[in-house]
Nanobody
Framework: QVQLRESGGALVQAGGSLRLSCAAS????????MGWFRQAPGKEREFVAA????????YYGDSVKGRFTISRDNAKNMGYLQMNSLKPEDTAVYYC???????????????WGQGTQVTVSS
């Protein structure tokens, strides 16, 4: 089992930046892929970004490319999502997720955090 806890969500003005953190505990997080997802009220969950266990491979959803950066620090069992140039449409609950599958797997992630709220005002 892996436990995940997100933090860093806040209310921010459009054009601003936030850095979300995901703290992992339990099994060896350093061998696991990690992803960030978000869900806005009344909308389906949306893929935001993912990173391989080594941190050498990443990919992003089209709506955040060029604005968000995913990273990780395996020594600290931490994952991060740097969000720049935020827009009101980025408003959502953000979740981190992880599991031991390869980055390219289409299977849903096994372990999820509780989420952190990001609100972007116009």
């Amino acid at each position: 089992q892996v436990q995940l806890r997100e933090s860093g969500g806040a209310l921010v003005q459009a054009g601003g930046s936030l850095r979300l953190s995901c703290a992992a505990s339990g099994r060896t997080f350093s061998n696991y892929r990690m992803g960030w997802f978000r869900q806005a009220p009344g909308k389906e969950r949306e893929f935001v970004a993912a990173i391989s266990w080594s941190g050498t491979s990443t990919y992003y959803g089209d709506s955040v490319k060029g604005r968000f950066t995913i990273s990780r620090d395996n020594a600290k069992n931490m994952g991060y999502l740097q969000m720049n140039s935020l827009k009101p449409e980025d408003t959502a609950v953000y979740y981190c997720a992880t599991d031991p599958r390869t980055l390219g797997s289409r299977a849903e992630y096994d372990y999820w955090g509780q989420g952190t709220q990001v609100t972007v005002s116009s």
